[in-house]
C-alpha cells in the first residue's frame, strides 16, 4: 500500500506542476492566499499523503471566492472553533 500511496502521490504531484506550466499568464500570481492554491496542494499531498492531501487542497480551492479569506494559510494551520 505505501507504494501506491508514494506512485499516487508523484502522479498528483506532477500533475499540477504540469498545470502550472500550461496555465495561461493571466491565471498566474492572482491567488488570494500564501502559499498559492498550487503551492498549498503540492505541500498538502507531500505531507499528508495523496487522499487526505487532496481532501485539504480541494478545501482550499473552495475557499477561493470573493466571500472567502485571503491571507496567510499555511499547511497544517491548526482550526480552532
Not at 506512485?7 to 488570494?32: G, T
Amino acid at each position: 500500500m505505501n507504494i501506491l500511496s508514494n506512485i499516487l502521490k508523484k502522479f498528483l504531484i506532477k500533475i499540477i506542476k504540469i498545470y502550472n506550466f500550461f496555465s495561461p499568464f493571466f491565471y498566474k500570481n492572482v491567488c488570494r492566499f500564501t502559499p498559492t492554491c498550487s503551492q498549498y496542494a503540492i505541500k498538502s499531498i507531500s505531507k499528508y499523503g495523496p487522499v487526505i492531501g487532496t481532501y485539504k487542497s480541494f478545501i482550499r480551492i473552495l475557499k477561493c471566492n470573493p466571500f472567502g479569506n485571503h491571507g496567510n494559510d499555511p499547511v497544517g494551520k491548526k482550526i480552532i472553533k
